[in-house]
């Protein structure tokens, strides 16, 4: 990697619960960072929403306070700024007035799931039912994607009817919302979207990677709203006077899954599990699209510039995982802080024939079920809320297995050298990576800096300004030397019992969102 102890890269990481900006070395190392949380808003049972202006001051004030700390430090950040890139929680929509800068509604975040009568509408109407557009843009008519948010916001909410009526809406995912305000706004702030975020919308063509004609006319979207599609590094417009960095380029972006796939090295052949709010497997399927059988989704891995070759992967995504986590703490009271969890439920050493399914909007990857609402079975006298905080935890790592076996059914993977690279938050807590572990069979490998979302955004526009190199970027045998694995000790025998009793579990899940109030 480059040299020069004064070269810096930026990293906006705009998640789904936190907005933080992390500014990198020459090394790839964070010298300096700000994190912000900001407001969840629960209009309705199952409806998520976000306020995008309040993204947008979280942003700022990442961007002033993690150049203040890294200044504070001895680090010359205005005179050794090369660029920045950013990652975004994807599939949530802002449709906003390209004449005054401001939202015409709230964001409607990824996992809200108000548009499920839009997907059964579709289902009925369109010949192909939920696979309808798979073979074009590798996803299944879902609540989770932006199209049918897209849908329900025309539908349902005037003033997008109006401003589309007048040519004055813009339509984006919370990465061309943010892009559009840091390069200008109303005084010509570019409307643009990468490869990775627009291959979750339901309206990017897989193989030519740009909007889909016949989907848009089906769909009755205007394709004047769209942002342009551009690759994941590359130059893509200054930041504008106002923000507390100015006159950077931004260099690179990608969704936050496609990010910590990049941040993690992953070449063809190898996982990664992010493990945030919800959680999600990506498998780097190399230059081919690879269709699945079994549940997951096709999609972008990245793609490393105008005229690089694109990587697909199949993705496994699940709605709740650290969620549950804050269930416990913020709903049931059981736990006062996320990191009391591991302790808890280290009390125990087995959930005692508890299991927890958190299918609270319903289930995702691979069963793809929004019937389905939470349970807990497996209750008797003797369970604790250890033993629950335990089920919690196993919860997270059932899921992902499923998930996993699923990609091992699709994929050509070498199971014998199989292993997971795991990262996110909920990756500091030792016993979960254990019974992941465990549960898989297979090895669990978790670097040193887990913030690989943040990384691989950082990587992006490093590449693109000739900071860093592919080579630099894949080559990952010192970042290998100071990871940590968890290696599995679980029989196998009780391995296959526990994934009997939570398939079982999960199968209770079904057909229970007409249930009463």
């Given at each position: 990697?480059?040299?020069?102890?004064?070269?810096?890269?930026?990293?906006?990481?705009?998640?789904?619960?936190?907005?933080?900006?992390?500014?990198?070395?020459?090394?790839?190392?964070?010298?300096?960072?700000?994190?912000?949380?900001?407001?969840?808003?629960?209009?309705?049972?199952?409806?998520?929403?976000?306020?995008?202006?309040?993204?947008?001051?979280?942003?700022?004030?990442c961007m002033a306070k993690a150049v203040d700390k890294a200044t504070a430090d001895g680090h010359n950040v205005d005179g050794g700024l090369k660029a920045i890139g950013l990652?975004?929680?994807?599939?949530?929509?802002?449709?906003?007035?390209?004449?005054?800068?401001?939202?015409?509604?709230?964001?409607?975040?990824?996992?809200?799931?108000?548009?499920?009568?839009?997907?059964?509408?579709?289902?009925?109407?369109?010949?192909?039912?939920?696979?309808?557009?798979?073979?074009?843009?590798?996803?299944?008519?879902?609540?989770?994607?932006?199209?049918?948010?897209?849908?329900?916001?025309?539908?349902?909410?005037?003033?997008?009817?109006?401003?589309?009526?007048?040519?004055?809406?813009?339509?984006?995912?919370?990465?061309?919302?943010?892009?559009?305000?840091?390069?200008?706004?109303?005084?010509?702030?570019?409307?643009?979207?990468?490869?990775?975020?627009?291959?979750?919308?339901?309206?990017?063509?897989?193989?030519?990677?740009?909007?889909?004609?016949?989907?848009?006319?089906?769909?009755?979207?205007?394709?004047?709203?769209?942002?342009?599609?551009?690759?994941?590094?590359?130059?893509?417009?200054?930041?504008?006077?106002g923000w507390p960095i100015t006159d950077i380029p931004i260099s690179g972006c990608l969704g936050d899954q496609h990010a910590a796939t990049l941040g993690q090295a992953c070449?063809?052949?190898?996982?990664?599990?992010?493990?945030?709010?919800?959680?999600?497997?990506?498998?780097?399927?190399?230059?081919?699209?690879?269709?699945?059988?079994?549940?997951?989704?096709?999609?972008?891995?990245?793609?490393?510039?105008?005229?690089?070759?694109?990587?697909?992967?199949?993705?496994?995504?699940?709605?709740?995982?650290?969620?549950?986590?804050?269930?416990?703490?913020?709903?049931?009271?059981?736990?006062?802080?996320?990191?009391?969890?591991?302790?808890?439920?280290?009390?125990?050493?087995?959930?005692?024939?508890?299991?927890?399914?958190?299918?609270?909007?319903?289930?995702?990857?691979?069963?793809?079920?929004?019937?389905?609402?939470?349970?807990?079975?497996?209750?008797?006298?003797?369970?604790?809320?250890?033993?629950?905080?335990?089920?919690?935890?196993?919860?997270?790592?059932?899921?992902?297995?499923?998930?996993?076996?699923?990609?091992?059914?699709?994929?050509?993977?070498?199971?014998?050298?199989?292993?997971?690279?795991?990262?996110?938050?909920?990756?500091?807590?030792?016993?979960?990576?254990?019974?992941?572990?465990?549960?898989?069979?297979?090895?669990?490998?978790?670097?040193?800096?887990?913030?690989?979302?943040?990384?691989?955004?950082?990587?992006?526009?490093?590449?693109?300004?000739?900071?860093?190199?592919?080579?630099?970027?894949?080559?990952?045998?010192?970042?290998?030397?100071?990871?940590?694995?968890?290696?599995?000790?679980?029989?196998?025998?009780?391995?296959?019992?526990?994934?009997?009793?939570?398939?079982?579990?999960?199968?209770?899940?079904?057909?229970?969102?007409?249930?009463?109030?």
């Amino acid at each position: 990697m480059s040299n020069s102890k004064q070269v810096f890269i930026g990293s906006l990481d705009q998640g789904t619960t936190s907005t933080r900006f992390i500014i990198y070395d020459s090394q790839a190392k964070p010298i300096g960072s700000h994190q912000v949380e900001f407001s969840q808003f629960y209009p309705q049972a199952g409806w998520v929403e976000h306020d995008p202006l309040e993204i947008l001051e979280s942003v700022r004030s990442c961007m002033a306070k993690a150049v203040d700390k890294a200044t504070a430090d001895g680090h010359n950040v205005d005179g050794g700024l090369k660029a920045i890139g950013l990652t975004n929680q994807r599939e949530t929509t802002v449709v906003w007035s390209k004449s005054t800068g401001r939202p015409l509604y709230n964001a409607i975040v990824w996992m809200d799931a108000r548009t499920s009568c839009v997907c059964r509408r579709l289902e009925k109407e369109l010949s192909g039912g939920k696979s309808h557009f798979v073979k074009t843009t590798g996803l299944p008519i879902s609540p989770y994607f932006s199209a049918t948010k897209l849908i329900w916001l025309i539908e349902n909410i005037p003033p997008v009817q109006e401003a589309i009526k007048k040519g004055d809406a813009l339509f984006g995912t919370i990465d061309s919302w943010l892009i559009w305000n840091l390069t200008g706004g109303v005084k010509g702030g570019l409307h643009v979207t990468d490869v990775t975020n627009a291959s979750r919308t339901l309206l990017m063509n897989l193989k030519t990677l740009e909007w889909d004609k016949p989907t848009l006319e089906i769909l009755k979207i205007p394709a004047e709203i769209l942002p342009k599609i551009v690759s994941n590094s590359e130059i893509i417009g200054n930041i504008a006077k106002g923000w507390p960095i100015t006159d950077i380029p931004i260099s690179g972006c990608l969704g936050d899954q496609h990010a910590a796939t990049l941040g993690q090295a992953c070449r063809k052949g190898e996982a990664k599990s992010t493990y945030g709010t919800g959680a999600f497997i990506l498998l780097n399927t190399g230059e081919q699209i690879t269709e699945s059988k079994h549940g997951l989704l096709s999609t972008l891995a990245f793609k490393l510039g105008p005229n690089a070759p694109a990587n697909y992967a199949l993705e496994g995504s699940i709605a709740i995982a650290g969620a549950a986590v804050q269930w416990l703490r913020d709903n049931l009271g059981i736990i006062g802080s996320a990191s009391e969890i591991e302790m808890l439920a280290s009390e125990v050493d087995s959930a005692g024939g508890v299991y927890f399914v958190p299918a609270f909007n319903g289930l995702f990857a691979p069963w793809w079920r929004d019937d389905a609402r939470g349970v807990l079975i497996g209750i008797t006298r003797y369970t604790t809320k250890a033993h629950i905080a335990r089920a919690v935890l196993e919860s997270m790592c059932f899921q992902v297995k499923d998930v996993l076996d699923s990609m091992h059914k699709d994929a050509e993977v070498d199971d014998k050298h199989f292993l997971l690279r795991v990262d996110g938050g909920a990756t500091i807590n030792n016993l979960m990576m254990q019974i992941q572990a465990d549960l898989l069979g297979t090895p669990v490998v978790r670097p040193a800096d887990i913030e690989t979302t943040a990384l691989g955004a950082a990587y992006a526009a490093g590449l693109a300004v000739g900071v860093w190199t592919e080579k630099d970027i894949f080559d990952s045998g010192e970042r290998a030397k100071i990871a940590t694995t968890f290696k599995p000790v679980l029989d196998a025998e009780l391995r296959k019992k526990k994934v009997a009793s939570w398939c079982k579990a999960v199968e209770r899940t079904f057909d229970l969102a007409d249930l009463s109030i």
